[in-house]
């Protein structure tokens, strides 16, 4: 399995801020995915990132608030911007899976927003 | 509108025991399952997953079956141990090329010594 790296693992922000998560993984993949899990909830997909093209996005979610960037097949980032309370959460970033149909899951980055 | 649901918050089973996992769905365009384990800290890891046209998938200890009549699925393990305790998701992927999964809220799993 591919193994995955998110940087920082946590971080305490103040409202209106922005952080960038990275999400490195050590071998070349197609598609990242970039997901939320807030409290108590399950994990909601935020958007889809190919090397090469614009991300993807969910309903609910905009570009304008999650810039996502995608520079080559190892690498991307997912920027939270003008944060309040509200995003608080945990961020996960996921790459498709050598088995088919599934995906691995990087550590994710524990947002709390004050 | 919750897709997939697992209505039970948490279960706690002695080790040696089975432990039975619930995870129900409402998309009938839902045709591949998945159980993702998670450790505090952690990402979820995959564990085991089952097709659509199947309705049973077994891995050692852990076993999906899958009830599409009812849109029901469900993880066992035999023998649980303490080291199972964990958060289990149950994911769905759609039908038609689409990679996105849809999880439901997890079920926190402890299995007491």
């Known amino acids: ?114 | 509108d919750q897709q997939v649901k697992q209505n039970s918050p948490s279960l706690s089973v002695q080790e040696g025991r089975i432990s039975i996992l619930n995870c129900d769905y409402t998309n009938s365009m839902f045709d591949y399952f998945l159980w993702y384990k998670k450790y505090p800290a952690e990402g979820p890891t995959f564990l085991i997953s089952i097709s659509s046209i199947k309705d049973k998938n077994e891995d050692g200890r852990f076993t999906v079956f899958l009830n599409k009549s009812a849109k029901h699925l469900s993880l066992h393990i035999v023998p649980s141990q303490p080291g199972d305790s964990a958060v289990y998701f149950c994911a769905a992927r759609a039908q038609g090329g689409s990679e996105k999964l849809v999880f439901g809220k997890g079920t926190k799993l402890t299995v007491n010594p």
Request: proline share 5%; glycine share 6%; charged share 15%.
């Open chain 1, 1 to 114: 399995s591919a193994v995955i790296s998110q940087k920082p693992s946590r971080d305490i922000c103040q409202r209106g801020t922005s952080l960038t998560i990275q999400c490195q993984v050590d071998s070349q993949v197609t598609m990242m995915f970039w997901y939320r899990q807030q409290p108590g909830q399950s994990l909601t997909l935020i958007a889809t990132a190919n090397q090469g093209s614009e991300a993807t996005y969910e309903s609910g979610f905009v570009i304008d608030k999650f810039p996502i960037s995608r520079p080559n097949l190892t690498f991307s980032t997912l920027t939270v911007s003008n944060m309040s309370p509200e995003d608080s959460s945990i961020y996960l970033c996921s790459v498709e899976g050598l088995i088919l149909d599934t995906q691995y899951f990087g550590p994710g980055t524990r947002l709390t927003v004050l």
